[in-house]
């Protein structure tokens, strides 16, 4: 059974202060990974696709990484905007599109 | 582009009742939709996959005859809760894939539901 687990649940930065989200999977061969940013009371805004070790994608602050076994999603000198909660989520190379997703990183950016 | 509506983004209904929403992409055509139900401070769970044309594909734990699942054309997706019960209560949303050659699913603002 594929899973994600995010850590940490909840991450509280002062703005301009730098850090990093993790995402730990396991799938019967990856697909995808993808990175998603949730406001409270919306629907998840896509941010990311990674397909292989070794890719990285960057967007604005954002920069996210995957290895065999996690993702990273770095934030660089966050803003008060960048407080969402940020999800990651797998697809597996078998079977239909679906996505199954970690509970996520609530990030909050203190001014 | 890549944009997915949903409608009602706020439902209300009685404990017995039926509700409808609709997923609709509005700049490109949809061969699947997905449908996904969040609990507070819990991610998203897949109920089921709709399938343009065929009977929708539930995931293990989601009563068909609940949730009935309808996906008429290439931009519509409808999930009417049958018979609807507080415990139903939770934040509905649909995904659509716009491409043949992507897997990235682009996700509806959502319908919250409340059962009363």
């Known amino acids: 059974e594929d899973q994600v687990t995010q850590s940490p649940e909840a991450l509280r930065l002062q703005e301009g202060e730098s850090s990093s989200l993790n995402c730990s999977y396991t799938?019967?061969?990856?697909?995808?990974l993808f990175w998603y940013r949730q406001d409270p009371g919306k629907g998840p805004e896509f941010l990311f696709t990674l397909y292989s070790a070794g890719e990285e994608k960057e967007k604005e602050r954002l920069k996210a990484t995957l290895t065999k076994k996690e993702s990273f999603l770095h934030i660089t000198a966050p803003k008060p905007e960048d407080s969402a909660t940020y999800l990651c989520?797998?697809?597996?190379?078998?079977?239909?599109?679906?996505?199954?997703f970690g509970t996520g990183t609530r990030l909050t950016i203190i001014p | 582009g890549a944009v997915v509506s949903q409608h009602p983004s706020r439902v209300i209904c009685k404990s017995g009742t039926s509700v409808k929403i609709e997923c609709r992409s509005l700049d490109f055509q949809a061969t699947t939709m997905f449908w996904y139900r969040q609990f507070p401070k819990q991610s998203l769970m897949l109920m089921a996959t709709s399938n343009e044309g065929s009977k929708a594909t539930y995931e293990q734990g989601v009563e068909k005859d609940k949730f009935l699942i309808n996906h008429a054309s290439l931009t519509l997706s409808t999930l009417t809760v049958t018979s609807a019960h507080p415990e139903d209560s939770s934040f509905y949303i649909c995904?659509?894939?716009?491409?043949?050659?992507?897997?990235?699913?682009?996700f509806g603002p959502g319908t919250r539901l409340t059962v009363t």
């Open positions: 995904s659509a894939i716009p491409g043949q050659a992507s897997y990235e699913q682009y």
């Open positions: 989520a797998v697809q597996a190379n078998f079977g239909n599109e679906k996505l199954t």
């Open positions: 799938v019967s061969g990856l697909r995808g």
